[in-house]
């Protein structure tokens, strides 16, 4: 786009289909789960498009989407779930393209930097760890660190009061709907990415301030407040 750069002092990042590239993990551990169970296995594209609500919901996609689904499967399926993934969660997630180097420019650059994601915080820190993510950012606000998860602006309110920030110095990058809303209704101004995991959504409609087509993209559209 031809608009103005977005100035801002902190950049708030969705995890999932954002910053990292997690589908082939979380199809490893949906696979081994329906499994354990005696359903069949589902390809890793159709796991792309449940990835953004937290695990729950993801595993609960699973279940419907190859038989019956009660709470009490659910809790089973969840439980089994949750230590298959605690096996693989780092295999092959991995940041994608420009990621690295885009958020070490924006921390040589001054902003502060934090991920708000609705990934329970069990895998949230290991991987960022993992992914070598962790030491650029400033706050990590995982889907279970306040009472609801993303759409609801709460999580972001979190984040930018970890970061000392106000919504308007803020901007937050994503991938769906639910980083908008919740970066929207926070007050925020909001990047959205078209690559991610947007469930077949026309990013281009949801409201975002700008949209991108790749990571690297991301800075040419935020720049650096001027001092005050």
């Not at 997630?93 to 040589?108: I, K, Q």
């Not at 994503?174 to 990415?193: F, K, P, Q, T």
Request: aromatic fraction near 4%.
């Amino acid at each position: 786009m031809a608009d103005q750069p977005l100035d801002a002092a902190g950049i708030l990042l969705d995890l999932d289909g954002t910053i990292l590239d997690t589908a082939k993990d979380l199809a490893t551990a949906v696979n081994r789960t329906l499994d354990e169970l005696g359903r069949p296995e589902v390809g890793e594209d159709q796991v792309r498009t449940w990835i953004g609500d937290g695990v729950r919901a993801l595993v609960r996609f699973a279940l419907e989407a190859t038989g019956e689904c009660d709470e009490a499967l659910l809790d089973e399926a969840h439980e089994r779930f949750m230590v298959h993934y605690g096996d693989c969660f780092a295999d092959r997630s991995h940041p994608y393209p420009a990621v690295v180097e885009t958020l070490r420019h924006f921390r040589e650059a001054g902003l502060s930097l934090a991920v708000v994601t609705n990934k329970a915080a069990a895998f949230t820190e290991p991987l960022l760890e993992a992914t070598g993510l962790r030491p650029l950012l400033d706050v990590v606000i995982s889907g279970d660190s306040v009472p609801v998860k993303k759409p609801d602006p709460a999580p972001v309110r979190a984040a930018l009061e970890g970061m000392g920030l106000t919504p308007e110095q803020a901007v937050l990058v994503g991938d769906s709907r639910n980083d908008v809303e919740a970066g929207l209704n926070a007050g925020c101004r909001v990047v959205c990415v078209t690559y991610g995991y947007n469930r077949g959504e026309d990013v281009t409609t949801l409201g975002a301030q700008r949209v991108v087509e790749s990571f690297d993209a991301v800075r040419a559209v935020i720049h650096p407040a001027p001092a005050a």
